[in-house]
C-alpha cells in the first residue's frame, strides 16, 4: 500500500506568521497535487507539480516537489484567515487513474 | 464552471435501510469515485469507476456497492445502513487518460441512527 505521510497534523498560527505543510512518502509519484477544503465543502484543487525539483506559486503559497518524487511541501507566507482549512496532498501513479491521498493538515489561522 | 452534485448535503437514516447517493458531474469526465472522510483517517476510496457499467473496489468496499450506468452519474448504495457507515461521503471525478486532476462534490454527511 503506497502511504502519503502528511506533517504536521494539527496546525495553529498568529495572521501574518508563516508556515510549510509537508507530504512525505517512500513511493514514487509521477504527480502530485494539493487540495484545500473547508468546513462542509469538497475538497478543491490548488496546483499539481509533476516535474522533480519544480516550484509553484500561487499569490502567497509555495508548493515545491522534492527532486526524487517522493515528497512536497507547501510555503505560505504572511498567513491569513482566509488560509484556514484542512489541506490534502495527493498523489498519483503513471498509469493509475485513482490518487493517493495523505491524511491532511488542519490549518487554522487566528486574527 | 466545472461542476460535480451530490444529491443531499445531510441525510440521517435508520439502521438497516437501503441507502442511496447520488452524484452527477457535467465535465464528461471517464472516471468517477466515491470517498469516506472520517476525522483522523482523511480520504479513504471506496469504489472508483473508468467506464461506463465498469467498476473497481477500493481501500474499503464492504458494506457498500456501486452503479455506473450513464457516463455522468455514479451511484452509491449502502446495502443495509449500519452505524459505523455514519461519515461524510464525497464524490469525485477526473478526466482519465493520466489525468488525475480531481473535482469533488460539496460531500453528504451521512447519519446513520
Known amino acids: 500500500t503506497q502511504l502519503l505521510e502528511q506533517s504536521p497534523q494539527f496546525l495553529s498560527i498568529q495572521e501574518g506568521e508563516n508556515l510549510t505543510v509537508y507530504c512525505n512518502s517512500s513511493s514514487v509519484f509521477s504527480s502530485l497535487q494539493w487540495y484545500r477544503q473547508e468546513p462542509g465543502e469538497g475538497p478543491v484543487l490548488l496546483v499539481t507539480?509533476?516535474?522533480?525539483?519544480e516550484v509553484k506559486k500561487l499569490k502567497r503559497l509555495t508548493f515545491q516537489f522534492g527532486d526524487a518524487r517522493k515528497d512536497s511541501s507547501l510555503h505560505i507566507t504572511a498567513a491569513q484567515p482566509g488560509d484556514t482549512g484542512l489541506y490534502l496532498c495527493a498523489g498519483g501513479f503513471q498509469g493509475a487513474q485513482k490518487l493517493v491521498f495523505g491524511q491532511g493538515t488542519r490549518l487554522t489561522i487566528n486574527p | 464552471d466545472v461542476k460535480v452534485t451530490q444529491s443531499s448535503r445531510y441525510l440521517v437514516k435508520r439502521t438497516g435501510e437501503k441507502v442511496f447517493l447520488e452524484c452527477v458531474q457535467d465535465m464528461d469526465h471517464e472516471n468517477m469515485f466515491w470517498y469516506r472522510q472520517d476525522p483522523g483517517l482523511g480520504l479513504r476510496l471506496i469504489y472508483f469507476?473508468?467506464?461506463?457499467?465498469?467498476?473497481e473496489k477500493g481501500d474499503i468496499p464492504e458494506g457498500y456497492s456501486v452503479s455506473r450506468e450513464k457516463k455522468e452519474r455514479f451511484s452509491l448504495i449502502l446495502e443495509s445502513a449500519s452505524t459505523n457507515q455514519t461519515s461524510m461521503y464525497l464524490c469525485?471525478?477526473?478526466?482519465?487518460?493520466?489525468?488525475?486532476?480531481?473535482?469533488f462534490g460539496q460531500g453528504t454527511r451521512l447519519t446513520v441512527v
Open positions: 469507476s473508468y467506464d461506463v457499467k465498469m467498476k
Open positions: 469525485a471525478s477526473s478526466g482519465g487518460w493520466g489525468n488525475t486532476e480531481a473535482f
Open positions: 507539480v509533476v516535474t522533480g525539483g
